[in-house]
């Protein structure tokens, strides 16, 4: 954790020092892979397409802070400082948030409701990977890589959710590094623990 809230500070430091076009970690990581411009699907397109409307940063952070503090992980960050990077919203039933095999530059905070988390095959068939919880986190990977999505998800009745992207992550290591930190910390524990699992299933079925 010292050695990344270290880089942190010295990225921070590097932007006083220049135009900072150059010195964006996240929201630069797409052009930097080659990757069209017009590929990527920002938050802000998103939500018109699906007809997600503007929640109360006051409603989202509050539920934010309520869930994450049932976490052992999450119960560490400073929640009430997140209200600045953020955005919240409300997402009507039967929208596909995130789609597979697309580029997008931004994660999403389950608050309320219910999101299915669906891979499509090859042959056109959906299979249900797994229904979210509410304080699950979808997306992250995509962010934090730059790669595309691996599945689809789908609100499955209305939905409130925290949206980060990659500039409000860029804006978040400028302002508040060790806030930063700590989410880049939580958001590979999170990949981890999810990888580990995978590996665990795979494990019993050749055996």
Request: proline content about 2%; some cysteine; charged content about 25%.
């Amino acid at each position: 954790m010292k050695g990344l809230l270290g880089l942190l500070k010295q990225s921070s430091r590097a932007r006083g020092d220049s135009d900072g076009s150059d010195s964006l970690l996240f929201s630069t990581a797409f052009a930097e892979q080659g990757i069209d411009a017009s590929k990527l699907i920002p938050w802000e397109a998103r939500a018109n397409e699906v007809g997600a409307k503007r929640l109360s940063a006051s409603r989202g952070c509050k539920l934010l802070q309520a869930l994450w503090a049932k976490d052992r992980y999450m119960a560490q960050m400073a929640t009430h400082r997140l209200e600045h990077f953020f955005e919240f919203a409300t997402v009507p039933a039967n929208r596909d948030i995130i789609r597979q095999d697309e580029y997008g530059d931004f994660m999403i905070v389950l608050l309320t409701g219910t999101i299915a988390v669906d891979r499509e095959q090859p042959w056109g068939e959906r299979l249900r990977l797994t229904e979210t919880r509410q304080g699950d986190i979808l997306g992250e990977m995509s962010l934090l890589d730059s790669g595309m999505r691996f599945s689809v998800c789908t609100s499955l009745n209305e939905c409130e959710i925290a949206v980060l992207s990659a500039q409000a992550l860029d804006e978040m290591m400028a302002a508040d590094p060790a806030l930063a930190a700590s989410m880049i910390a939580l958001l590979a524990r999170k990949l981890s623990r999810r990888l580990r699992v995978v590996s665990a299933r795979l494990s019993e079925k050749k055996s």
